[in-house]
């Protein structure tokens, strides 16, 4: 019995001892990773405001990127106009305006020679004072500048591009003047101030708290303050080449954190200003936070994985909830709803690259008939509401996992998957054809538009989508050629039509 008392004496003994060492072993981690982890809390503040600042950066590229995508739109519109320079397009130009938060677009030529959305042509207008920058090097780069009208105002160009030759370019005034809508939609802190600067320092609009840094219209470059941390010269870096940055500045008794986060694909910037005292509340309380985490390890590591992880979470979801938005909205034809040409292509590239590639599928090219005359007897606005009912109406037609996209001004593509039989292709092309049986648009004209569609089918007619599209026109050129309102097929042109090259000059 005394040996057993003895020998359980020892084992508390060694089990008190490496208890003791394992209680030291972890204090000195903890101590270490506690010092580490005071030095990170100041950069895990900063990179709140970081992420701050970023996030408005990233609604103004929204915006930017919705006038861009909306001018692509008008340019593939344009691209089979005799003069682009007509009335329709002018017309069209005055809509955009309307519709977009642009004070003005315009139609250029390669020549230069231009016509706004008033109708005001201008024989040249690289004479423009600053607008020549628009068109130097990369014709798709924003530029920001001083418009006519005396506004700030971020230039947008797009290319009109017609088979490699370009056509001229659609130039729209971006105005920006949302920095209060975005503050008000996305409750960021009133604490701070937000400006919107260009990449040669001048601050274009503000909005937010009051700052001694952050003034209207001032020279950020240029302004008299000291620098506690970094200098003028890396400021003005900072600003010009656009990269991420802070400061740390004092302006009449004032200090103040400045954080710089550039716009991506823009020349302009983010700039925020936090007040001093408030960076150091929040050092204070990540301060804090730690030393209760090291005060109660146990209870503060299974607190921190759990926020660790709900965070990561959110931050996930949230990351993946703006990127599908972004997009859907790239890939989104703002007329229709529908998939965009871009958009619609991909994804049937991907269909038949991957899943698809051992499967029957149908495509359908649809080309609305007459439009150019319902346009120009019934007017442009029941032209667009022809499409957009046409495209609201046909995505309805067919199963939610076919692709259906607006690929032109009044054309449109079906893609039908996973056919199972030889008897599918026929109905449905049939179903294709009585849906224009039944389509009619107007409240009080009814019309009932007809298309001529050609069909072509995946892998008997092309082995790729390219050979596939190229298959499916020539069968709409037969459905044109035949008198329209027609479904032809592929596999049903003799050996000469199945070679030659449709002329599509006049076709409508």
């Known amino acids: 019995m005394?040996?057993?008392?003895?020998?359980?004496?020892?084992?508390?003994?060694?089990?008190?001892?490496?208890?003791?060492?394992?209680?030291?072993?972890?204090?000195?981690?903890?101590?270490?990773?506690?010092?580490?982890?005071?030095?990170?809390?100041?950069?895990?503040?900063?990179?709140?405001?970081?992420?701050?600042?970023?996030?408005?950066?990233?609604?103004?590229?929204?915006?930017?990127?919705?006038?861009?995508?909306?001018?692509?739109?008008?340019?593939?519109?344009?691209?089979?106009?005799?003069?682009?320079?007509?009335?329709?397009?002018?017309?069209?130009?005055?809509?955009?305006?309307?519709?977009?938060?642009?004070?003005?677009?315009?139609?250029?030529?390669?020549?230069?020679?231009?016509?706004?959305?008033?109708?005001?042509?201008?024989?040249?207008?690289?004479?423009?004072?600053?607008?020549?920058?628009?068109?130097?090097?990369?014709?798709?780069?924003?530029?920001?500048?001083?418009?006519?009208?005396?506004?700030?105002?971020?230039?947008?160009?797009?290319?009109?591009?017609?088979?490699?030759?370009?056509?001229?370019?659609?130039?729209?005034e971006y105005k920006p003047n949302v920095m209060d809508t975005i503050l008000e939609q996305?409750?960021?802190?009133?604490?701070?101030?937000?400006?919107?600067?260009?990449?040669?320092?001048?601050?274009?609009?503000?909005?937010?708290?009051?700052?001694?840094?952050?003034?209207?219209?001032?020279?950020?470059?240029?302004?008299?303050?000291?620098?506690?941390?970094?200098?003028?010269?890396?400021?003005?870096?900072?600003?010009?080449?656009?990269?991420?940055?802070?400061?740390?500045?004092?302006?009449?008794?004032?200090?103040?954190?400045?954080?710089?986060?550039?716009?991506?694909?823009?020349?302009?910037?983010?700039?925020?200003?936090?007040?001093?005292?408030?960076?150091?509340v929040g050092f204070a309380r990540e301060n804090r936070s730690i030393r209760s985490m090291l005060m109660t390890i146990l209870t503060i590591i299974g607190i921190f994985l759990l926020v660790v992880l709900g965070a990561s979470i959110f931050s996930k979801a949230k990351h993946n909830m703006e990127s599908e938005d972004l997009q859907n909205k790239a890939d989104t034809d703002q007329l229709t709803d529908l998939y965009n040409k871009m958009a619609t292509e991909r994804l049937i590239k991907e269909y038949l690259e991957g899943e698809g590639s051992d499967k029957t599928s149908m495509l359908f090219l649809l080309d609305v008939d007459n439009f150019k005359k319902i346009n120009d007897t019934m007017g442009h606005a029941f032209g667009d509401e022809v499409l957009m009912n046409l495209g609201h109406q046909i995505k309805a037609w067919f199963r939610v996992n076919d692709i259906v996209g607006r690929i032109g001004g009044d054309e449109f593509m079906v893609f039908i998957k996973d056919i199972k039989d030889e008897a599918v292709v026929k109905r449905e092309g049939n179903r294709i054809k009585q849906f224009f049986e039944g389509f009619t648009v107007g409240d009080y004209t009814k019309y009932s538009p007809t298309a001529s569609i050609g069909g072509a089918v995946f892998p008997n007619d092309a082995k790729d989508f390219e050979s596939l599209y190229k298959a499916a026109d020539k069968a709409v050129y037969k459905s044109k050629k035949d008198g329209k309102n027609r479904v032809s097929f592929y596999s049903d042109l003799d050996k000469s039509e199945q070679e030659a090259e449709p002329d599509k000059t006049g076709r409508d």
């Not at 490496?18 to 010092?35: D, N």
């Open 186 to 280: 996305a409750k960021f802190s009133p604490q701070n101030t937000y400006a919107l600067v260009s990449s040669d320092g001048i601050v274009i609009e503000r909005a937010g708290a009051k700052s001694t840094f952050l003034t209207e219209q001032n020279d950020l470059i240029n302004e008299d303050v000291i620098y506690r941390s970094g200098s003028r010269g890396l400021l003005k870096q900072a600003v010009t080449i656009q990269r991420n940055a802070d400061f740390q500045i004092t302006k009449n008794g004032e200090m103040e954190y400045i954080f710089i986060v550039p716009i991506p694909n823009n020349r302009a910037n983010i700039v925020m200003a936090v007040d001093d005292s408030i960076i150091n």
């Open 2 to 172: 005394a040996k057993k008392k003895k020998r359980e004496s020892l084992v508390r003994s060694r089990n008190i001892i490496i208890g003791l060492v394992l209680i030291v072993i972890l204090g000195s981690i903890l101590g270490s990773y506690g010092r580490k982890l005071l030095e990170e809390s100041k950069k895990n503040v900063m990179e709140d405001y970081y992420h701050l600042a970023q996030s408005v950066a990233g609604r103004y590229e929204t915006e930017i990127y919705v006038v861009s995508q909306a001018s692509k739109v008008f340019s593939n519109m344009v691209i089979d106009s005799e003069d682009i320079f007509n009335p329709e397009n002018i017309e069209i130009l005055s809509k955009m305006v309307e519709g977009l938060s642009v004070s003005n677009v315009y139609l250029v030529k390669p020549d230069y020679s231009a016509v706004d959305a008033n109708g005001n042509k201008y024989e040249t207008i690289i004479a423009l004072p600053g607008y020549d920058n628009a068109f130097k090097g990369n014709s798709t780069t924003t530029i920001f500048i001083h418009n006519t009208e005396g506004e700030d105002v971020i230039l947008v160009p797009t290319p009109i591009v017609n088979n490699l030759e370009l056509l001229g370019y659609i130039l729209a």
